[in-house]
């Protein structure tokens, strides 16, 4: 299962912040998160990481759109290994 949410961020749990009311509903390893809310937050945090970032290049759009027809494992490890890189 890995590590609970306060291990990868500054949250301590019974804060008060956002972070606590989703540990509170969801538990410390969003574990009562379905799948399709935790890749909807992981797309909300990439599209905003990527306005922080700034220039997109084409070949990145471009390969964003092939990378669509493969298996969804695939496209789960390979979020994994982006996530390392950055």
Avoid: W
């Amino acid at each position: 299962m890995g590590e609970p949410l306060g291990y990868h961020t500054n949250h301590t749990p019974g804060d008060g912040t956002l972070l606590d009311d989703l540990e509170k509903e969801f538990g410390s390893h969003f574990e009562n998160m379905s799948e399709g809310d935790k890749f909807y937050l992981i797309n909300s945090l990439a599209i905003s990481l990527c306005g922080e970032a700034g220039h997109i290049s084409n070949r990145a759009i471009a390969v964003g759109v092939q990378l669509m027809p493969m298996p969804t494992s695939t496209k789960q490890d390979l979020i994994r290994f982006l996530i390392d890189q950055v």
